[in-house]
T-cell receptor, first 114, second 109 residues
Framework: DSGVTQTPKHLITATGQRVTLRCSPR?????VYWYQQSLDQGLQFLIQ???????AKGNILERFSAQQFPDLHSELNLSSLELGDSALYFC?????????????FGAGTRLSVL | QQPVQSPQAVILREGEDAVINCSSS?????VHWYRQKHGEAPIFLMI?????EQKGHDKISASFNEKKQQSSLYLTASQLSYSGTYFC??????????FGTGTSLTVIP
């Protein structure tokens, strides 16, 4: 158990809908990362927060947004969902930001858009 | 910006060795290695930092060529439990982090 908690584990929804994925980092970790894993594309970095502030952006669509709250949990909001958004979404946390910090991954949320 | 991994897939017999390579076109601060079993979370194996520092499991070894932005993961005396997909992750400036496409490793008895 990595200590990173993601909810829900599974989510089934329809095209055009909006969902929220939640991540609680390991105790003491200040950084949260979000990744999308589709069958053909491996792990795609979406966004990183450190102590409540956005610090890095990767290949995140404009329909997606995220935030990190004062208690350090994070939420990833996906709106106007399309079939292609079906994927496994992982959250990872680390103690700090930048070099040398190990990222610990949660078990993921499997999103199915029908 | 996504690093390139090679080989894409490899099959080993127990006890054999393997090398997985990771190459980036960008200057790197660090390289991370993870292993993922199907449908599970990636598990940390090793971090290699610019300047030579390494953190990781005792039974895993890896190298990082800073000038060439290349890293290699060395798996020796493979066990059945080594099976999975191996990802390298590269840390660039601005805290951006990119994973490679993965290398599928299968160890057979």
């Amino acid at each position: 158990d990595s200590g990173v908690t993601q909810t829900p584990k599974h989510l089934i929804t329809a095209t055009g809908q909006r969902v929220t994925l939640r991540c609680s980092p390991r105790s003491g970790d200040l950084s949260v990362y979000w990744y999308q894993q589709s069958l053909d594309q491996g792990l795609q970095f979406l966004i990183q927060y450190y102590n409540g502030e956005e610090r890095a952006k990767g290949n995140i669509l404009e329909r997606f947004s995220a935030q990190q709250f004062p208690d350090l949990h994070s939420e990833l909001n996906l709106s106007s969902l399309e079939l292609g958004d079906s994927a496994l979404y992982f959250c990872a946390s680390s103690l700090g930001q930048g070099r040398g910090h190990i990222q610990y991954f949660g078990a993921g949320t499997r999103l199915s858009v029908l | 910006q996504q690093p390139v991994q090679s080989p894409q897939a490899v099959i080993l017999r127990e006890g054999e060795d393997a090398v997985i390579n990771c190459s980036s076109s960008k200057a790197l601060y660090s390289v991370h290695w993870y292993r993922q079993k199907h449908g599970e979370a990636p598990i940390f194996l090793m971090i290699l930092l610019k300047g030579g520092e390494q953190k990781g499991h005792d039974k895993i070894s890896a190298s990082f060529n800073e000038k060439k932005q290349q890293s290699s993961l060395y798996l020796t005396a493979s066990q059945l439990s080594y099976s999975g997909t191996y990802f390298c992750g590269t840390e660039l400036t601005g805290n951006q982090f990119y994973f490679g496409t993965g290398t599928s490793l299968t160890v057979i008895p």
